[in-house]
T-cell receptor
Framework: KNEVEQSPQNLTAQEGEFITINCSYS?????LHWLQQHPGGGIVSLFM???GKKKHGRLIATINIQEKHSSLHITASHPRDSAVYIC?????????????FGTGTLLAVQP | GAVVSQHPSWVICKSGTSVKIECRSL??????MFWYRQFPKKSLMLMAT?????????EQGVEKDKFLINHASLTLSTLTVTSAHPEDSSFYIC??????????FGDGTRLSIL
């Protein structure tokens, strides 16, 4: 069993829909990251969370430390949101500790 | 904001060639950088942790002599794929952490060995 599990693995949505991607982890963490990878391969860091909730534009990320679970929400989805979304956790320690990655969620938003 | 530049973005070369990939932190100092490999439709696989001024730490199963890492300065780490073969073809990407900030990733290098 992977230490970081994401669901769903694939998601197709219609433009405008509200989207939720889930991440569960089984290790102790000091931070959780949500990353976005576009077809060209480049990775953008969307959020880094250690507790609570963060919002940036149409994106919202929440984390429940007790339940070891995080969610990424996209409101009013748009075709440009189509990408792979990756959850990654930092297993303790400082910023130079390596990340443990989930397998990613491939999101396709259709117009 | 902080940016990591990775070069080249795409390279094709003949089998047996050595290929060097550079990862630069443009506006911050990175004592640590990470090198990842990604297979199609798979997640990132950590290859090694590059440490400025000391030897890199390689993950289990990664050949040190095959994938040479040099962290020459606080803003530059290089990954050299030595005597590359078709099975080394992959997408390689680096990242640099900053204190209390998200990780910053390079745009990746797509390596194709003929």
């Amino acid at each position: 069993k992977n230490e970081v599990e994401q669901s769903p693995q694939n998601l197709t949505a219609q433009e405008g829909e509200f989207i939720t991607i889930n991440c569960s982890y089984s290790v102790g963490i000091s931070a959780l990251h949500w990353l976005q990878q576009h077809p060209g391969g480049g990775i953008v860091s969307l959020f880094m969370l250690s507790s609570g909730k963060k919002k940036h534009g149409r994106l919202i990320a929440t984390i429940n430390i007790q339940e070891k679970h995080s969610s990424l929400h996209i409101t009013a989805s748009h075709p440009r949101d189509s990408a792979v979304y990756i959850c990654a956790v930092r297993n303790g320690g400082g910023a130079t500790n390596k990340l443990i990655f989930g397998t990613g969620t491939l999101l396709a938003v259709q117009p | 904001g902080a940016v990591v530049s990775q070069h080249p973005s795409w390279v094709i070369c003949k089998s047996g060639t050595s290929v060097k990939i550079e990862c630069r932190s443009l506006d911050f100092q990175a004592t640590t950088m990470f090198w990842y490999r990604q297979f199609p439709k798979k997640s990132l696989m950590l290859m090694a942790t590059s440490n400025e001024g000391s030897k890199a730490t390689y993950e289990q199963g990664v050949e040190k002599d095959k994938f040479l890492i040099n962290h020459a300065s606080l803003t530059l780490s290089t990954l050299t794929v030595t005597s590359a073969h078709p099975e080394d073809s992959s997408f390689y990407i680096c990242s640099a952490p900053t204190a209390n900030q998200p990780q910053h990733f390079g745009d990746g290098t797509r390596l194709s060995i003929l």
